[in-house]
């Protein structure tokens, strides 16, 4: 099993900026990587960014790209996802995902979510 614990959230006007942590444990060993997801009020559950442990790859959704950036901090077991430019059309419930998929095509392991809030 794989325990994830984001944090982070909180309510921030439109154009300002919030930094993300999922804090991993357990057999992370067994996991090739960290996504992070998110959902609004209405609206299904969407991907945002994903990052493997090792390596330097990382994705982006095409509505973040440019704005937000996906980190990790191996040590820490610890994925950080700044998020800048914020727009009232980010504020949705984002949680993090610990894949088991090489591909990091699907996800395992979901932690309980941090609410963004972002004011026009």
């Known amino acids: 099993q794989v325990q994830l614990v984001e944090s982070g959230g909180g309510l921030v006007q439109a154009g300002g900026s919030l930094r993300l942590s999922c804090a991993a444990s357990?057999?992370?060993?067994?996991?090739?990587?960290l996504g992070w997801f998110r959902q609004a009020p209405g609206k299904e559950r969407e991907f945002v960014s994903a990052i493997r442990w090792s390596g330097s790859s990382t994705v982006y959704a095409d509505s973040v790209k440019g704005r937000f950036t996906i980190s990790r901090d191996n040590a820490k077991n610890t994925v950080y996802l700044q998020m800048n430019s914020l727009k009232p059309e980010d504020t949705a419930v984002y949680t993090c995902?610990?894949?088991?998929?090489?591909?990091?095509?699907?996800?395992?392991?979901w932690g309980q979510g941090t609410q963004v809030t972002v004011s026009s």
């Open positions: 357990g057999r992370t060993a067994s996991t090739y990587g």
């Open positions: 995902a610990a894949s088991d998929s090489r591909s990091l095509a699907a996800y395992r392991y």
